[in-house]
């Protein structure tokens, strides 16, 4: 596999080995520990719903006065489905109403009734889990009728309203002009908030917030979209933030198909507690793999506060380790959507050239996965007229070096939230450049030796550098002292430290159980 | 402010004095004749006379998107414009470090943060991370000052609390969310926490920064200073050294 761009097959093979071994201690320690928000989407496969008359979901309240009783480290299941015997009552929903009144106790029971309780549950999250494949199966449904796109990158644009009212036309208007992935971007203070909001939303901040009610609403907006359009539109969303293994459940439940989910963001962008988002990552990404969804991850986030020629390695070795993180919880390379962005200040001479490297190293180590090519956003100024150019140089790019999925860049970027015309705008340019260049990646070889070819390799070998360093101490360490984005984040601080538990050596979960048996 | 010389200008094509423009817009309706004439009938009343319609697009069903060109009747005062004009001497690193160290005597604090749910710290880090911005090193990096960036969805309360801990002589405070005002209400707030918390002798220097301020609402938002667009971490230590040394206001 010397490709394009002559990679050293064996140094490649090296960095993955490399990644593996940076990334299996964080594994171990993402299995012998559980969170709130893993166990409220436990019970939420087994079928609670609904939120209190404040707006506080009963998964939250259910899994809170387990907590007050037996703590965390058991895991909820067994607890609540031998009080739901106790109770002589089948309904969970209803068993939290019960234990938010304060008419429940909670035992960690042991012997017979825990076998009881413990196949009660299973069985119980076995319907939530059949129900997720349904709705694989009914993708692969819809997407052998409709078809997919026409063209390869997938366009991807991005709908923010705040209100999901408002959202819907938006979207299917972006579909109509287009786009083959619609994202929701969701509300700012979402991501910090430790439980999903209820029902339809009218009001966010810089986008909408994520619900379940939401997630159906858009998706069948969209379906009536893809028969109208005659190719499936796809829909994404965000798990991302506290509630991760909760909007991946909620994501398998309603049929998205595309969810931003990086194994370091919320760390380093949102000083999420470390292991509170390792171990939110591997359960997410094992209900990601169930329900056939493809994830986006986030590296092109390092490049908005780092610089992207300098620490264009970082990308790489987080790629590397996503990868890792993907396998390990079961997703296929087809479900890669690993991220990489066009970020190199433009004055920096050669900078198309430097992009062209980095773009293609990514296509040649990552052959099979769906590459996410992000825009250009921290050199974009209030000058549409140069940002407009800009963006057709990154769709440019992302036709040269066979992006998976593009998404659109606004010459409006940093000045207002998209406008009608923009996004107008924006596609036309899109459409221009792979209706002129698509298919130029067939054609495009960099010079063996040459500038390209010279940049990947280095690249490549400062990415394997810092995976031998990170390999000397750890992960966790590397992340401590700001090795990715520069952002300092230690494993005993952050938000979330509260919702982390190790493994009591009775532990059980179900969903776990279910989704490693696959 | 500023005086300049009494002078009018108008914008600037290809001649002086001619008066042209460029402005695109969309209007909510189909791309027909009588939407060019509507769009014409806009410009007019934009005051550009003649107006020429040099580009209609319809987008979606609805809506038509225009590119006009043409002359504006009106004329800029350059007399009556009205500018924060920066009041204080610009200072080198070295300068800002050999000002503090003499004359403060101790390493002048700073905490920085994104309030509210605004979450983009791309501003605050530009000019606190030792990175810094277009080749200019940020606050971090100046040894005499003694840097506290919480990051970003910081609470105002937890950020009165840091700064009280930091025993801060400046709070500078980035925002670049403004759906629904939110940065002129994220800011308010912060002002209004730190006037309650703290005695006017104690209250550090609070500063607020973001693409989308007015500079001039200094008094209306209750901060010392606002900076906009485009400011660089050399400015921001300048004006720290200026008001909190050199020019020390009467608190």
Known sequence: MTGKLGLDPALVARARELARRAGRPVVELARSHTTVSVERAVLRLAGVSGADPDGIPWVNRLVDAVVADVGLGHGVAVPVFDALVREGITDVTLLAQKAAAGSVRFDQPTGRAATAARRAARRSVGVGVRRVDRRRAERDRLVKRYGDPAQRPWIYLIVATGDIYEDIPQAQAAARAGADVIAVIRSTGQSLLDYVPEGATREGFAGTYATQENFRLMRAALDVSSRELGRYVRLTNYASGLCMPEMATLAGLERLDMMLNDSMYGILFRDINPIRTFVDQRFSRQVHARAGIIINTGEDNYLTTADAVDEAHTVTVSQLLNEYFAHEAGLADWQLGLGHAFEINPDVPESLRLELAHALLARELFPDAPLKWMPPTKHMTGDVFRGNLLDGFFNLVGAMTGQGILLVGMMTEAVVTPWLSDRDIAVQNVRYVLGAAGGLHEDFVPASGGFIQQRANRVLGEAVDLLERIGEQSLLSAIAEGTFGIMKRPADRGKGLAGVARHEADYYNPATEILEAA | ?251
Not at chain 2, 18 to 27: A, C, E, K, R, Y
Not at chain 2, 34 to 60: C, I, S, T, Y
Not at chain 2, 118 to 124: E, K, L, Q, Y
Not at chain 2, 157 to 185: F, G, I, K, Y
């Open chain 2, 1 to 251: 402010m500023s005086t300049v010389e009494r002078k009018i200008v108008r914008p600037y094509g290809d001649t002086t004095g001619d008066g042209m423009v460029q402005v695109s817009f969309t209007l909510p309706v189909p791309h027909d004749k009588r939407a060019e004439g509507a769009a014409v009938q806009l410009a007019n009343k934009m005051g550009m006379d003649p107006a020429m319609l040099v580009h209609a697009k319809q987008m979606g069903d609805g809506f038509t998107f225009f590119v006009v060109y043409g002359r504006v009747n009106h004329l800029v005062d350059l007399a009556a414009v009205q500018v924060v004009e920066r009041d204080f001497p610009l200072l080198g690193a070295k300068e800002v470090n050999a000002v503090v160290k003499q004359k403060l005597r101790r390493k002048l604090s700073v905490v920085g943060a994104c309030i509210g749910t605004d979450a983009h710290t791309v501003g605050i880090d530009a000019i606190l991370n030792v990175k810094g911005i277009a080749g200019e090193k940020g606050l971090e990096y100046y040894r005499e000052l003694k840097v506290t960036n919480l990051g970003a969805q910081v609470s105002v309360p937890e950020l009165v609390e840091a700064a009280r801990q930091e025993r801060a002589d400046a709070v500078l405070v980035s925002q670049v969310v403004t759906q629904r005002d939110a940065h002129l209400h994220n800011t308010r707030e912060m002002s209004a926490a730190f006037r309650e918390a703290l005695p006017a002798g104690k209250r550090p220097l609070l500063i607020v920064g973001g693409p989308r301020f007015d500079e001039t609402m200094t008094g209306e938002l209750g901060v010392d200073r606002i900076f906009g667009r485009g400011t660089t971490p050399g400015e921001v230590a300048s004006y720290l050294v200026h008001a909190l040394i050199t020019n020390k206001r009467a608190k």
